[in-house]
């Protein structure tokens, strides 16, 4: 049985909102019971409203870094009105993909294979079969998307800027 994907809970507070801060997004935890504000998926997705993100400790660490790499890789006019859908095109969606698998390096106990893994685990689907084979062998496109709009530099560290 493979290990179950890791939560929200399996981290320290402190880890994740020193992360997002960087972007200059408030983490906001809601209660196991109550339903998460902003979720565009129900459940225990993270949810997404202005420049907050709100997450309950069931809430899955690749979910989590998801809905935040929305809100850094969108355009500023669509920051002003967000509100639960972040929309985007097929590019932004696959910078957004990248951008949150870089990111993971940056959470103690999760990094980028890990956080392949658990993207597999909870039913991302990319065309070569696995996150990984998208992520080093496909993902060119996604990853000069982030370039172009100054979100990572040419050895694909983030920049820690949202899109201008």
Do not use: K
């Amino acid at each position: 049985m493979p290990p179950p994907v890791l939560l929200c809970s399996d981290l320290t507070r402190e880890d994740l909102e020193g992360l997002l801060q960087q972007y200059q997004l408030t983490l906001s935890w809601v209660s196991e019971e109550e339903p998460i504000p902003g979720s565009y998926w129900g459940e225990c997705e993270a949810g997404l409203i202005g420049s907050r993100v709100y997450v309950r400790p069931d809430t899955p660490v690749h979910s989590l870094l998801h809905e935040s790499c929305h809100y850094i890789c969108m355009s500023p006019g669509r920051r002003l009105g967000l509100d639960t859908d972040a929309g985007g095109g097929y590019a932004e969606e696959n910078g957004v993909c990248y951008l949150q698998i870089l990111l993971a390096d940056y959470l103690d106990g999760v990094g980028r294979a890990r956080l392949m893994e658990d993207m597999d685990r909870w039913g991302y689907s990319f065309r070569l079969g696995s996150t990984r084979a998208w992520f080093e062998q496909d993902a060119e496109d996604a990853r000069s998307w982030l370039e172009n709009h100054r979100l990572i530099d040419t050895q694909s560290l983030p920049t820690w800027r949202l899109r201008a």
